[in-house]
Structure formats: C-alpha cells, structure tokens
C-alpha cells in the first residue's frame, strides 16, 4: 500500500483539470504523474484500456479511468461530500458537470487553435513535454496536436463560425462572471459535483492558455479568481467579507444562475436533441450488445448531428458520453417527490432547459471495466 494516489494527467489537459480540483479541494493526498511517464504505458493502460487522462491508481494499487468515475469512486466512499441535498441543486450539479464535459468544448478548442500568435509557442512546449524522450519525440508531439486540433473540428469548429463562437461565449462568460461577484462558487460558499465539471473547460484551456487566459483576466475576474479558487484546498474567498457555509440555504438557485443556465441553453439544448437522434439511427442500425464499448468517437464515427443556434448551422460529431452524464440527471429526477419533481421542472422551464428531462437515447450507456458500454 502506497501513501498517496497517483493522478496521470498533463497540466494543459481539460479533463485531468476536474479530477484534480476535486482531489484538492477534498484534501486527497495524490502526487501527478505525466502521461508520458513510462509506467503510464506499461502498467496503467493495461487497466485504463484507453489512453486518455486523466487515470487515477490508487492507493490500493486500483486502476480508474475517467474523471466521471474517479470522482464517484471518492462521493462514494466518503458519504457524497459535494452533492447537494435539495433536489434543485442537485439537478443544477450534474447539469453543469454535463456542460463542463460536453457543452464548451467549442471556445475551448476554438480559443486554443485559433490563435497561433499568442498560443503556439506555450502548446508546443506543453505537447512536446508530455511525450518521453526517444527518436520519435517530435513526430509524436506533431501527430498529438494534429489530432487535438482535429478533434476541435469534430466538436463544431468551423472556419467559418469564429465570430459566433466567441459571442456566445463572451454571452456565458459575462453572465458566470455576474454570478461569481455574488458568491465563490456556484451554489454558495462550497464547491458541488458541477464547479469540478466546469473545471474541464474552464481551466486548462479557458483559464490557462495565453489567449483566453488574457481575456478571462481582462473581461471577467470573478471568473478567473473561481477558477484560482478551485485549485486551492481553502475556501479562498478573501473578497467575501461576510463569507458563508456550505451550499446556499434552502435550495436556492440564485437568478444569476438561471441567467448563466439560460445562455448555455442555447446551444445544449439543439446539440443535444441532434445528437440523440443520430445515435438513435445508429443504435437502429447496429444494435450493440450488452458490454460493447461506447466511448469517445472523436471523428470516427460518420455521424454529425446538425442543429441551429442563434441562426447558424452547426455541424458537431455525436458523442455518447454526453448522454451518460445526462441519464445522471434523469434518473436523479426519477427519485424525486412529486412537489420537488414540480420545483425541478419549473426552473428548468425557467432555464430553456426543460427539453434535457426527456432527450433520451434507446439504449443505456454505463461505466463498466473502465470504459463506456452500451448495456
Ligand atoms: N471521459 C473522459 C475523457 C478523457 C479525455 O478525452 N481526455 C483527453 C485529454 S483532456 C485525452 O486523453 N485525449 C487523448 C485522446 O483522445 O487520444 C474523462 O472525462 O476523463
């Protein structure tokens, strides 16, 4: 038994960000290891069976793969530290942790690729050094940013849609930034499930990269200091003179949220629908078995759901994932009583929200031996 876990992961990775805020935050001892670390190859991707990060071994010598399930793995075991009790704060979490992992990746692809004066250098530094030396480092590092920058293209990055990406998220970050000047995080005085899944995005690339980096710091310091204070094990909340405890009183959802929840609505909302129906066909046609994997597709699957915002077509891959956070949501819905499943309904009409109760693929999606499958 060793002391502390180990959490693969690379500084400039969108989703090593959320397990590792919530490892701080929670005060769980880990030390991080690179992915180009040899012993990631060797002995963790055996376990993991895909090479994504972030991968935590724990102390135990267990191998999890996926910052959904090394988060559950520590709610679990620690009596759900970070859920809130009220129904609506509860579906106000797992929304954001479903935004954090699916509904952002367009600005932070776009403000991480786009922008080769002020990003191009601080990437190259942060690919190359996540590869372990050896004759083919350069090449290795060329074809992981290739496929990173693809991969903004499989989440709806045009060239032609720049412009529209920016307004929206410039839309989000005003509105978030409003919020945060009220109180730290986003249900109160402590984080929940959702402040780590908006990490993802967030941090590594919105809050990290020199170009969005600027543009946070410029344009919404509330923001910025969140995600500051997301990376610290205290509360840091030195600007909150009368700071309180816990999650807001009363299961209350503050109006700067509803605003914030409304803007992200817009797009959530049509990709979502879109890509149920495309997966829908596909389930049609292939049927997989019980225990196939359904893990990310990044552009192998021909699918691209099309749907429209603000009056621009986009054109995104489908992603599974995405509605195995969502079947989260639902079935949390599912528990609550009659007058709560009422109060849920009511602010997600508030929200453009109320289409996300009933979006549903054909088959279930689970977590089962570390990956994603088709139950
Ligand atoms: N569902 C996984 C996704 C992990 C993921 O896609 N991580 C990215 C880095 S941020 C990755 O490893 N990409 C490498 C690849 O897809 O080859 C999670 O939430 O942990």
Known sequence: MVEKHILYGIPHSLYTGRARSYLIKNRIPFNE??????SFKADIVPSAKLATIPVLKTTSGEVIRDGAAIIEYFELANGRPCLPKGARQQ????LFDLIGCEGLLRP??????????ENLEFLKYHFFNAQRAGPNRQEKTDYMMDRMRFAGRIFGVSDNNHSFIEELYMDFLQALNEHFSNVPYLLGWKPCIGDFGLMAPMFAHLGRDPKPLALMQREAIHVYRWVERMNRAES?????????????EQD???ETLVK???????DLVPETQAAALSINHWLADNQPSHGTSASRYLGKNKSMAEFTVRGEIIAAGAQPYRFFMLQKIQDGYLKFSKKDKL?????LE???LKEMLDIKLTQRLGQEDNLEVWL
Do not use: K
């Not at 290891?33 to 040899?38: F, Q, V």
């Not at 932070?108 to 004066?117: C, K, L, Q």
């Not at 914030?260 to 817009?266: G, N, Q, R």
């Not at 109060?343 to 602010?347: A, E, G, K, M």
């Open 33 to 38: 290891l690179s992915c180009g670390h040899e």
């Open 91 to 94: 579906t106000i979490s797992h």
């Open 108 to 117: 932070a692809m776009h403000y991480r690729w786009n922008f080769p004066e």
């Open 236 to 248: 840091d909340t030195a600007e909150f003179f009368e700071a309180g405890h816990g999650y807001l």
């Open 252 to 254: 209350e959802i503050p």
């Open 260 to 266: 914030v929840l409304s803007i992200l609505a817009e």
């Open 343 to 347: 109060l849920v309904d009511d602010l």
């Open 350 to 352: 508030q929200c453009g």
